[in-house]
């Protein structure tokens, strides 16, 4: 299993990744919606231009870091998903417009009014609407409106629209209840949008956002568009929601079985260095691929401690290699400076991951 490389290093199988990018797009497109994908996930330039070959409408970004590093890359259709504070952030922020279309969302008329003050054309901003995850926001509705209407007082922005996350829906327990979460994820914010537009503040962008709703929120009337990210490469959360399977699943960890101290515990290269710490202890929150009788016990730093079930002790001697998938791609992709891409079951690229580490 590729023996060119050392382990432990992060695989990346294309040809699912490239299956992965068309299945979102023609989702996006069946409903007539903007695809903007978060690139949290990859922060590989290579993989975002693939993207938006595929139909994307520009993209999303977590941290300015990372949107300096796509746009150096010359793409220059960005969403900033995240609130900027602080004088040294908006030098780095006016910069970047000078070579990129950027747009940001926020929560608050303190970090609108800083915007306001960078001069030029006004900074279009979307204001965050708290639709159930209880992160950034207030909730749908009148308290959304009354701090959209103080934002849209403010000089030198343009609120331009709504903007949610439905994190909570990593905690559905069943596929009714992931697409009643983007249901409601979808119509709040429309709801929200009607209320603005009565206060007399027409907003033209309703943007949701992440992988476990973005096909059931796309179809919900006025959504402009979906913000998903994790499906580019899946991972054991999206294989537990339904949404993703073992194929689908295209970012691994190569690892090697280092140490077989008794029969039914395996001990790989791996650990949360490689693999995070995301979802620690939850049944199957790290998966071997094509060896379903392997179930991750516990990680250190750098071991990965499985054990087996019965009929498999003679299984995986010292020396075997095994494709572990995480439980979150973006933090486990975040781990690694250099990944390897595959296709056909060879190795056939190497790509950076050129904002790895981009946290400013």
Same mark, same amino acid.
């Given at each position: 299993?590729?023996?060119?490389? %050392? &382990?432990?290093?992060?695989?990346?199988?294309?040809?699912?990744? +490239?299956?992965?990018? *068309?299945?979102? #797009? =023609?989702? !996006? $497109?069946?409903?007539?919606?903007?695809?903007?994908?978060?690139?949290?996930?990859?922060?590989?330039?290579?993989?975002?231009?693939?993207?938006?070959?595929?139909?994307?409408?520009?993209?999303?970004?977590?941290?300015?870091?990372?949107?300096?590093?796509?746009?150096?890359?010359?793409?220059?259709?960005?969403?900033?998903?995240?609130?900027l504070w602080g004088e040294p952030k908006l030098r780095r922020f006016a910069a970047l417009r000078e070579r990129a279309r950027v747009r940001v969302s926020l929560d608050s008329p303190e970090v609108a009014a800083g915007l306001?003050?960078?001069?030029?054309?006004?900074?279009?901003?979307?204001?965050?609407? %708290? &639709?159930?995850?209880?992160?950034?926001?207030?909730?749908?509705? +009148?308290?959304?409106? *009354?701090?959209? #209407? =103080?934002? !849209? $007082?403010?000089?030198?922005?343009?609120?331009?629209?709504?903007?949610?996350?439905?994190?909570?829906?990593?905690?559905?327990?069943?596929?009714?209840?992931?697409?009643?979460?983007?249901?409601?994820?979808?119509?709040?914010?429309?709801?929200?949008?009607?209320?603005?537009?009565?206060?007399?503040?027409?907003?033209?962008?309703?943007?949701?956002?992440?992988?476990?709703?973005?096909?059931?929120?796309?179809?919900?009337?006025?959504?402009?568009?979906?913000?998903?990210?994790?499906?580019?490469?899946?991972?054991?959360?999206?294989?537990?929601?339904?949404?993703?399977?073992?194929?689908?699943?295209?970012?691994?960890?190569? &690892?090697?079985?280092?140490?077989?101290?008794?029969?039914?515990?395996?001990?790989?290269?791996?650990?949360?260095?490689?693999?995070a710490s995301d979802g620690t202890g939850t049944p199957g929150w790290i998966r071997a691929a094509g060896l379903p009788y392997v179930h991750m016990d516990f990680l250190n730093e750098e071991h990965g401690v499985a054990l087996?079930?019965?009929?498999?002790?003679?299984?995986?001697?010292?020396?075997?290699?095994?494709?572990?998938?995480?439980?979150?791609?973006?933090?486990?992709?975040?781990?690694?400076d250099l990944a390897y891409g595959v296709e056909g079951g060879r190795v056939t690229t190497e790509l950076r991951v050129a904002a790895r580490g981009a946290v400013r």
């Amino acid at each position: 299993m590729y023996p060119e490389l %050392d &382990t432990p290093a992060l695989v990346i199988d294309l040809d699912a990744v +490239r299956a992965n990018i *068309d299945e979102m #797009a =023609e989702a !996006a $497109a069946r409903h007539g919606v903007r695809l903007r994908p978060h690139i949290k996930t990859h922060k590989m330039p290579e993989l975002a231009r693939m993207q938006l070959d595929a139909g994307a409408g520009g993209i999303t970004c977590a941290k300015l870091g990372e949107a300096e590093v796509m746009a150096d890359a010359g793409i220059d259709d960005i969403l900033l998903a995240f609130p900027l504070w602080g004088e040294p952030k908006l030098r780095r922020f006016a910069a970047l417009r000078e070579r990129a279309r950027v747009r940001v969302s926020l929560d608050s008329p303190e970090v609108a009014a800083g915007l306001g003050r960078l001069g030029g054309p006004p900074v279009e901003v979307l204001v965050e609407v %708290d &639709t159930g995850q209880h992160r950034l926001g207030r909730p749908p509705g +009148r308290p959304t409106a *009354d701090l959209v #209407a =103080e934002i !849209a $007082a403010i000089p030198g922005v343009e609120v331009v629209g709504l903007l949610t996350l439905a994190g909570h829906a990593y905690h559905a327990r069943t596929a009714t209840e992931l697409a009643e979460t983007a249901r409601r994820e979808g119509e709040d914010l429309v709801a929200t949008a009607e209320l603005c537009a009565r206060d007399g503040i027409e907003l033209r962008e309703i943007s949701v956002g992440s992988t476990p709703t973005a096909r059931h929120a796309a179809g919900v009337a006025g959504v402009t568009e979906i913000r998903p990210g994790t499906y580019i490469f899946n991972d054991t959360a999206m294989m537990r929601l339904g949404v993703a399977t073992e194929e689908t699943a295209a970012a691994r960890v190569l &690892t090697t079985v280092i140490g077989r101290p008794i029969p039914e515990r395996a001990v790989f290269d791996a650990g949360t260095k490689c693999l995070a710490s995301d979802g620690t202890g939850t049944p199957g929150w790290i998966r071997a691929a094509g060896l379903p009788y392997v179930h991750m016990d516990f990680l250190n730093e750098e071991h990965g401690v499985a054990l087996l079930e019965a009929g498999h002790h003679d299984d995986l001697p010292v020396g075997t290699r095994a494709q572990l998938i995480p439980s979150h791609a973006c933090a486990a992709v975040n781990n690694f400076d250099l990944a390897y891409g595959v296709e056909g079951g060879r190795v056939t690229t190497e790509l950076r991951v050129a904002a790895r580490g981009a946290v400013r």
